[in-house]
Nanobody, 127 residues
Framework: QVQLVESGGGLVQAGGSLRLSCAAS????????MGWFRQAPGKEREFVAG????????SYTDSVKGRFTISRDNTKNTVYLQMNSLKAEDTAVYYC????????????????????WGQGTQVTVSS
């Protein structure tokens, strides 16, 4: 099994940037399809971005395309979410997740397909 710990959240003004990190232990992130999800109060957990196992393919929800970038550093065993041009609607708790059974070159956008989850990190965007 893999353990995931998110960090990098905080308070930022609209138009600003944050970089979230997901540090993994127990297993290597290259063994999994990795995803970022977010959940605002009273809302369902929403897919934000994902990165597939080799070959590396990324996927983004429409609302963040062109603003967010997911990447991974296998040396550090860490997945990142670079968030630029942040909007108030991006305010949520952001979760890192790992999909053990994901197909190579594919990213699932469905939370129930992911097997391991971090505890989340709060992102608050003020306007």
């Amino acid at each position: 099994q893999v353990q995931l710990v998110e960090s990098g959240g905080g308070l930022v003004q609209a138009g600003g940037s944050l970089r979230l990190s997901c540090a993994a232990s127990g297993r290597t992130v290259s063994s999994y399809t990795m995803g970022w999800f977010r959940q605002a109060p009273g809302k369902e957990r929403e897919f934000v971005a994902g990165i597939a196992r080799i070959p590396v393919i990324t996927s983004y929800t429409d609302s963040v395309k062109g603003r967010f970038t997911i990447s991974r550093d296998n040396t550090k065993n860490t997945v990142y979410l670079q968030m630029n041009s942040l909007k108030a609607e991006d305010t949520a708790v952001y979760y890192c997740a790992a999909d053990q059974d994901g197909s190579i070159g594919r990213v699932s956008t469905t939370a129930r397909n992911y097997d391991y989850w971090g505890q989340g990190t709060q992102v608050t965007v003020s306007s």
